[in-house]
């Protein structure tokens, strides 16, 4: 992949963006994680990836993934924006009904907490303040498939440093005006960000909202033809790799899962960069033939040396970063770091999978990826703890690698030329 094509400088572009994110959102976690007892920085662990964001992965219906590729096919820069702005439309509707949702979780998560014997966290009174600012988590996603449809990797790229930058200064400040931070004030700095950063970027984009009746017309024949089911592969997928947000607050309770978390954001870096450089060819996806080999080799080398410097200075850094806290994340780091290098490995594939509008495939993959999370999460987190979860979500990301690729090849085995260009 050289850095001189197209390909090459919009992957430079968003993956300088995605590392300047990840060490923004590193530098809001270390003041968020030494402003906040351990305790508190579990609970708003918790309340954030456990609870709001893993809830908004239901919110899309498949409305977002199909505008994405609608998007990427449309004729002209008119029948562009007219999309945009229905989609825009639509997802505001889902981003009011989710605010709701998370306003309507907050005592019934509590309640389960409480039967279970962690009934000090107060989640509730945090989901239900917080609720509001919820609306920026679809919105978000609304607003990155936007970007990949209409190949906008600049607006992209923006609404990556957008993130940390709005969560930072809503931070900065309510600790100017409270002079501390609490758990419910960090979820709701960090929500805030979503919501900001996706409202200002999803504007960048320029939706035309002139629409037409058959502007949503095609969308919902889009989601019945094959968004829902890539609907059904993406929340079956993520929930399933996600499940771990689940079950290890409920076998070592809310406060511990920090140190998870922890480990978990300082592996992201890895696969990021495969991430971004699979995104920034989705709309060449939607007609190309097959993923570039060239392409392949460069995920491979660069993603060894990510797993090879995360494996090696990952435990530096907590230890220099939370100065004493933490050191339960230490032992994570080495297994979470070949996760991440599988995590990257499949990303072309399902980059790929997704743009070609192959629903179906993806949702049957997650289906299995699905059942093997449930079962082997259950088994290693009850039996292992932090530990267990780390070590089985290696297991967990090869098979999902093997079977991405499984699912990819036997695509070019069914789609011929002529197929090809009848998708464009």
């Known amino acids: 992949m050289p850095f001189r094509s197209d390909t090459g400088r919009q992957t430079v572009v968003l993956y ?13 976690t270390i003041v968020v994680g030494r ?15 456990s609870i709001v964001i893993f809830a908004g992965y239901l919110f899309e219906f498949g409305v977002f993934s199909a505008g994405a590729r609608l998007l990427a096919i449309a004729a ?24 709701i949702t998370v306003a309507l979780l907050g ?20 989901l239900v303040v917080v609720a509001p600012l919820a609306m920026g988590v679809p919105l978000q996603l609304l607003v990155e498939q936007a970007c990949l449809g209409t190949n906008r990797i600049g607006a992209l790229a923006a609404l990556r440093l957008a993130l940390p930058v709005s969560s930072i200064s809503i931070v900065a400040v309510l600790v100017v005006l409270t002079g501390g931070l609490s758990a419910r004030a960090g979820v709701a700095a960090y929500l805030g ?3 900001v950063s996706a409202t200002v970027v999803g504007l960048w984009l320029g939706p035309s909202f002139a629409v037409r009746r058959e502007d949503f017309a095609r969308i919902g024949g889009a989601v019945r033809e094959f968004g829902f089911d890539l609907y059904l592969g993406r929340i079956v997928s993520i929930m399933s790799v996600r499940l771990d947000q689940l079950l290890i607050p409920y076998f070592v309770g809310p406060k511990r899962f920090g140190a998870y978390s922890i480990a978990q954001r300082i592996s992201e870096p890895v696969s990021g960069l495969a991430r971004a450089m699979a995104t920034t060819r989705f709309k060449a996806f939607a007609t190309e033939p097959e993923v570039n080999l060239g392409l392949v080799r460069w995920n491979i080398a ?4 990510g797993s090879t410097a995360l494996a ?4 530096w850094v907590i230890v220099i970063a939370f100065q004493g806290k933490f050191h339960n994340a230490l032992p994570l780091l080495f297994p979470f770091a070949i ?4 995590a990257g490995l499949l990303q072309p594939y399902n980059i790929f999978l997704t743009a070609r509008g192959a629903g179906r495939s993806l949702r049957d993959l997650a289906l299995v990826i699905g059942v093997l999370n449930l079962v082997g999460l259950f088994v290693f987190t009850r039996r292992y703890g932090l530990a267990g979860a780390a070590w089985f979500a290696v297991a967990s990301m090869a098979v999902n690698f093997v079977l991405h690729l499984y699912a990819y090849r036997r695509l070019l085995r069914q789609s011929g030329p002529s197929e090809i260009a009848a998708s464009s």
């Open 339 to 342: 996760a991440a290098l599988f």
């Open 302 to 305: 660069l993603l060894a040396a």
């Open 312 to 315: 090696t200075a990952g435990p």
């Open 107 to 126: 005592p019934a998560v509590d309640a389960a907490l409480a039967r279970f014997g962690y009934g000090d966290t107060s989640v509730a009174q945090i």
């Open 16 to 28: 300088g963006a995605q590392l300047a994110s990840m060490a923004l959102n590193f530098a809001f």
């Open 76 to 99: 002209d820069r008119a029948e562009e924006r007219r999309l945009l702005g229905a989609l825009a439309v639509t997802g505001l509707g889902i981003a009011v009904a989710f605010a």
């Open 193 to 195: 960000g979503l919501l």
């Open 35 to 49: 402003a906040m007892s351990q305790d508190d920085f579990g609970v708003f662990s918790f309340c954030v990836f």
